[in-house]
């Protein structure tokens, strides 16, 4: 990024910078779309040409749906087509100002790939890792000038989720944080700063969502259907967390959910379930296996939830309060800050409301009653309150949000 790129009219002027993406599957497809549509010139190169035929046929339908639907012109199609080179080899990546990599989540593969990548570009490109899960931190570590690395997290599909964390390493440059955001926020979609742990802060925050349900399952109290059903029709929430399990891929989910609970030293709040490790390990992946929770095929029965309101209040009070101790947990220790908190619960999954506020709604005396008495119950580590929680109650106070 050149003085000239940067400020134009004392506005920063990015559109110019050609943006490098390394992986063309779901997430770097998706993204070299986002770039494009803000004028960016995208080079997007993968490794298996396969990988880059099927970005290109599926980035043409796209736009053509788009088209088709009023939601953009023709031309403006074929200039963003037109803007993306899908590339086998990375010898024009010389020009670019910002490398994303979406490749396979293997932090010694991403490793090698950034310290091939640090002999071809310029000295001031921006390298950013859109891992989910890996620490920025160890890829910059490997990296001859580490303070150009940044963690840039979109979600999936990147062109229609509005919400990406950005994560500097404890390594990274200032400007390059402020440079990113710029960045992303100059492509219309919302940003979020989250520290270098474990998860970011969607990935964090939404454990409980799965563990806990899934918890509630084994111990009998209820049945899929009907947690999916308590969770949608008295939560809010917008898919049921077996449904969305199964949506995600169950072999997806538990890796994430296994990787996280290392990653934080195997504190118990986010141990992995046999539940999960069984149906993984089957092959009952979920829908793309057809089994998964529910049964995918074409004549199975739909099971038929359990609508007794108590049950289903019980359920959801005990989920959105792990979801609540969770959020209020990430604020202690300074994960994020509070409005980053709310707006990626929100606009990262969907939530039906931030966390914090539904704290706040609920009162934080009850949700610390709550989880006291879940701790009191099993008496495990996974259900001890977060200690700003406490405190809060402490001070008779019932503000989060500050
Ligand atoms: N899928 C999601 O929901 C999601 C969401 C956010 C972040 N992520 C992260 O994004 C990254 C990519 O995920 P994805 O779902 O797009 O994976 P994917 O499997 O769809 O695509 C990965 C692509 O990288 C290519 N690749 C692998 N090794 C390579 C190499 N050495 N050089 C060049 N290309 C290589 C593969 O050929 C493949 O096309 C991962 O780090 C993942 O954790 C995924």
Redesign the pocket.
């Known amino acids: 990024m050149s003085n000239e790129e940067k400020m134009v009219n004392g506005q920063w002027s990015m559109v110019n910078v050609k943006i490098g993406i ?7 497809s998706g993204i070299a779309q986002v770039a494009a549509t803000a004028g960016h010139e995208v080079y997007l ?4 040409p396969a ?1 880059l035929t099927k970005a290109r046929e599926k980035l043409l339908k796209i736009l053509n749906r788009l088209v088709e639907k009023g939601r953009m012109t023709d031309p403006e199609a074929k200039a963003i087509f037109g803007r993306i080179y899908y590339m086998d080899n990375l010898s024009a990546f010389g020009d670019c100002g910002m490398i994303i990599e ?4 293997n932090l010694d ?1 991403k490793k090698k ?1 950034f310290q091939n990548l640090e002999s071809i570009v310029p000295e001031d490109c921006i390298l950013a890792s ?4 890996l620490s920025i931190a160890s890829i910059a570590g490997a990296l001859e000038k580490p303070s150009r690395v940044i963690g840039i ?4 599909p990147a062109p229609l989720m509005k919400l990406v964390e950005i994560i500097p390493a404890i390594q990274t440059d200032k400007n390059v944080l402020d440079y990113s955001k710029s960045m992303i926020d100059s492509w219309g979609k919302l940003t979020v700063l989250a520290k270098d742990t474990p998860g970011f802060i969607v990935n964090r925050i939404a454990r409980p969502f799965y563990g806990e349900s899934i918890r509630i399952l084994e111990e009998g109290v209820a049945d899929v259907a009907t947690i999916d059903w308590a969770m949608k029709e008295i939560g809010g929430f917008r898919m049921g967390p077996f449904e969305l399990m199964d949506y995600i891929g169950n072999d997806v989910n538990y890796t994430v959910t296994e990787t996280v609970f290392k990653a934080f030293f195997y504190d118990p709040r986010y141990k992995p379930s046999f539940t999960q490790k069984r149906l993984s390990e089957a092959g009952y992946h979920g829908r793309k296996a057809g089994k998964g929770y529910y049964d995918y095929s074409e004549n199975a029965e739909k099971r038929a939830p359990n609508t007794d309101k108590v049950l289903g209040q019980k359920i959801v009070d005990r989920v959105v309060v792990m979801l609540i101790n969770e959020a209020i947990d990430a604020l202690f220790l300074n994960i994020a800050s509070a409005e980053d908190i709310e707006t990626a619960m929100t606009k990262g999954v969907n939530y039906p409301k931030g966390l914090l506020a539904w704290a706040e709604g609920k009162g934080l005396e009850n949700c610390l009653a709550q989880l006291d008495d879940l701790y009191d119950l099993y008496r495990e580590d996974r259900y001890r309150a977060s200690p700003l929680l406490r405190k809060k109650v402490k001070e008779s106070a019932n503000n989060l949000m500050i």
Do not use: C, L, P, R
């Open positions: 390394i992986g063309s599957g779901s997430m770097g190169y993968d490794n298996n990988a979406a490749i396979i989540e593969i790939v859109n891992t989910s899960s997290h979109f979600f999936n």
